[in-house]
């Protein structure tokens, strides 16, 4: 799961938000070009960070016969350095703006300092047809970021 930017969920509300983490490791290939000597991770990838959070946070609330891709960065805003090692806290706040469009209000931050922030746009699209290894990539996502617990719980939490 190499371009799975999100290792831990730490809380879910299915279409509402999610907040989880992500630490880039220094071994991590990207570093090689991104800066020799001076590695810092690409805002690029502290966003699309952000955006999966937010899509999963979305992902949780329309099942398994729709998905979230991201369509739109707006507003993003890289207000300092992050380094490998850095534990990157990843908050994204969502709200339907029509039918199928999802807005995202994303921030990222190490220690209690915002490191980034973007307006994310996405669009659901309809579950690939053939859908066995996608079915499967998703069930391995919900189960080794943790997020599969935290929809249950947040499931048998709204139906007491």
Do not use: C
């Not at 279409?15 to 810092?40: E, Q, S």
């Not at 699309?48 to 805003?77: C, I, N």
């Not at 290894?133 to 997020?147: K, N, Q, V």
Request: proline share 6%; charged share 30%.
């Amino acid at each position: 799961m190499r371009f799975v930017l999100v290792d831990q969920f730490l809380s879910v509300e299915p279409g509402r938000g999610a907040t989880a983490l992500k630490t880039f490791r220094p071994d991590d290939p990207v570093f090689a070009d991104h800066f020799p000597g001076f590695p810092i991770v690409p805002g690029v990838l502290l966003t699309e960070s952000m955006g999966q959070a937010a899509g999963w946070a979305l992902a949780t609330k329309v099942g398994p016969d729709r998905f979230p891709l991201l369509m739109m960065v707006e507003r993003a805003k890289f207000r300092r350095l992050v380094r490998p090692g850095d534990e990157i806290r990843l908050e994204a706040d969502l709200e339907e703006t029509r039918e199928d469009v999802w807005t995202a209000r994303t921030r990222a931050s190490v220690g209690d300092e915002r490191v980034a922030d973007a307006r994310l746009v996405f669009h659901l699209v309809s579950r690939p047809s053939g859908s066995a290894e996608f079915d499967a990539w998703r069930a391995g996502i919900l189960r080794e970021t943790g997020l599969g617990r935290l929809v249950e719980t947040a499931l048998s939490s709204s139906a007491e």
